[in-house]
């Protein structure tokens, strides 16, 4: 059974930092794009970054340019999201998702999805 396990979620302050995960397990990421989303409440899930399964290109939303990184390591099947200069209106569930050769900012063109993890920042 795949699987995509977010993990690094917390409550931070504004302008903190914080690492998420993306482990896939049954699925080899090498041939995977993955994208970055985030869903907070009372509002639409919202695309934040994405990368090519070999690593090479990245996409991000306008709104996290410049203070989010996605990076990955296929030798661990996992893919990461630094998040720097938190601000309150990053607060949101973060998830991933994965899709074979491809990556898009629309989540619903993804084939495999993580349950996501929480992320807090105060103000």
């Known amino acids: 059974q795949v699987q995509l396990v977010e993990s690094g979620g917390g409550l931070v302050q504004a302008g903190d930092s914080l690492r998420l995960s993306c482990a896939a397990s049954?699925?080899?990421?090498?041939?995977?794009?993955v994208g970055w989303f985030r869903h907070a409440p009372g509002k639409e899930r919202e695309f934040v970054a994405a990368?090519?399964?070999?690593?090479?290109?990245?996409y991000y939303a306008d709104s996290v340019k410049g203070r989010f990184t996605i990076s990955r390591d296929n030798t661990k099947n996992t893919v990461y999201l630094q998040m720097n200069s938190l601000e309150p209106e990053d607060t949101a569930v973060y998830s991933c998702?994965?899709?074979?050769?491809?990556?898009?900012?629309?989540?619903?063109?993804?084939?495999?999805w993580g349950q996501g993890t929480q992320v807090t920042v105060s103000s």
């Open positions: 998702a994965a899709k074979r050769f491809a990556y898009t900012p629309n989540y619903d063109a993804y084939d495999y």
């Open positions: 990368d090519s399964w070999n690593g090479r290109t990245t």
């Open positions: 049954r699925l080899p990421f090498n041939i995977y794009g």
